[in-house]
């Protein structure tokens, strides 16, 4: 009798201790969720625009890396990385980064596409000043490690008009290309072209084909961060006007376009490819 009393009396205080170590673990788990829930709030914040802007730093710091690295390593090993190659390259690398953080700022790695978002209405104005200084400062961070680094000039990795070919001939050349590239980047981020991560393969094809063909008369920049960076790094700009003028045509020119293929932009969907997912903001005349 009492043994089974002991024993009643140990199972109780078991039940009470296992209760006391359910209540822990729940009041634990509570927390953490609490934390959690806070931390993405935060997140959301607007005022968290240091994260989109360092993601577009970063995100044009790889870029870099490997479109102005392709022409300074040919520099430094004669005869071991094709055109083929150095062209192909950037656009693989541009796949891979709207992949991994477009989802944060929109990845757009391009002063071109940042204002040809803000055209179209799916990018607020306020945030185009932010996101081209540090596409810019991205791009000749790039180089310089670069220079440091293959101990070449980064004039090898920038993009000159070619020999046989006038500066207006490599202009319209970039203006031509850009308008491609914008049209790709508009198509896949708006309304019932919206095809979502498969967005990252149609814009980093588009660049891969467009450095194919176009490479030799211009160097298929269609970015003028990009070509910004390694004419920074080496102090030569010559007919960097080029390069940043062929570029914004371009992009104006694909914004008329995108107007006429699918009407007036700033809608969710548009506005979400072009901003992340960082507290996006849809004009309100567009919200459904």
Same mark, same amino acid.
């Given at each position: ?31 953490? #969720? ?28 790889? *870029? ?65 000043? +932010? ?12 180089? *310089? ?5 293959? +101990?070449?000039?980064?004039?090898? +990795? ?70 910004? +960076? ?50 996006? #903001? ?7």
């Amino acid at each position: 009798m009492s043994e089974n009393q002991r024993n009643d009396g140990t199972g109780r205080v078991g039940a009470q201790q296992s209760g006391a170590h359910n209540r822990s673990v729940a009041s634990e788990l509570g927390t953490i #969720e609490q934390n959690i829930l806070l931390r993405i709030q935060d997140f959301d914040d607007p005022r968290q625009e240091w994260r989109r802007l360092f993601s577009e730093l970063y995100g044009t710091f790889l *870029l870099v890396i490997v479109a102005a690295g392709g022409g300074m390593m040919s520099q430094a090993f004669p005869g071991v990385i094709s055109r083929t190659a150095a062209v192909v390259a950037p656009g693989l690398m541009v796949l891979g980064i709207i992949l991994f953080m477009g989802k944060i700022s929109g990845a757009h790695l391009n002063p071109a596409v940042s204002i040809a978002f803000a055209l179209r209405v799916d990018f607020p104005w306020r945030r185009v000043p +932010g996101y081209i200084l540090v596409q810019l400062i991205g791009a000749t961070l790039a180089c *310089l490690l670069l220079q440091a680094v293959i +101990g070449v000039s980064a004039t090898y +990795g920038s993009n000159y008009p070619a020999a046989d070919y006038s500066a207006g001939a490599a202009f319209w050349m970039e203006a031509l290309l850009t308008l491609g590239l914008v049209s790709v980047i508009l198509g896949t981020a708006s309304g019932a072209q919206n095809v979502g991560l498969l967005g990252a393969f149609g814009v980093g094809g588009y660049i891969a084909l467009a450095g194919l063909w176009g490479s030799p008369i211009s160097g298929t920049s269609m970015n003028p961060a990009r070509t910004f +960076g390694p004419d920074l790094a080496s102090g030569n700009f010559l007919d960097y006007w080029v390069y940043a003028a062929g570029p914004l045509v371009g992009a104006a020119a694909a914004v008329g376009i995108a107007f006429v293929l699918r009407g007036a932009g700033g809608g969710e969907s548009g506005s979400g490819a072009a901003q992340g997912g960082l507290f996006t #903001e849809v004009a309100k005349d567009k919200k459904p």
